[in-house]
């Protein structure tokens, strides 16, 4: 499987863009649980370090919880990759973060995989329930 291709209708090896032929993700820039949170709580506007992790905090806390489910040292390294990978800009003192058009163009794109997963997984809801 070394080195085969993921070919998708018309025969077009558009995965090779995508993924290596080890089967990761290229570049990494989607890996780890935070990256979308952090570009959809960027997606307004440019915030400050301690006011991005509070709103990636709010926005996934379960429901009872008393922590934040997003540790300091977590949200650090996924705010450098995203630096590292054009999709956000940080800028000077106090430390704040704000999309690029790149981190822009990737979160529009990931938009309808994420509707998906919420669609999908209140289906799984109601069959638990």
Do not use: C
């Amino acid at each position: 499987m070394r080195g085969s291709k993921i070919v998708l209708a018309g025969g077009y090896g558009w995965g090779e863009h995508l993924v290596s032929a080890e089967g990761e993700l290229r570049g990494h820039v989607l890996r780890g649980k935070w990256v979308i949170s952090v570009l959809a709580a960027l997606a307004l506007g440019k915030l400050p370090y301690t006011e991005l992790l509070a709103t990636v905090n709010t926005a996934e806390r379960r429901p009872g919880s008393r922590h934040d489910p997003l540790s300091d040292r977590v949200f650090t390294d996924t705010l450098e990759r995203g630096v590292k990978h054009g999709l956000m800009t940080k800028h000077g003192d106090p430390q704040s973060y704000e999309l690029t058009p790149k981190g822009r163009a990737l979160l529009r794109a990931v938009r309808p995989l994420v509707g998906w997963a919420q669609d999908h997984d209140s289906d799984n809801a109601v069959r638990a329930g």
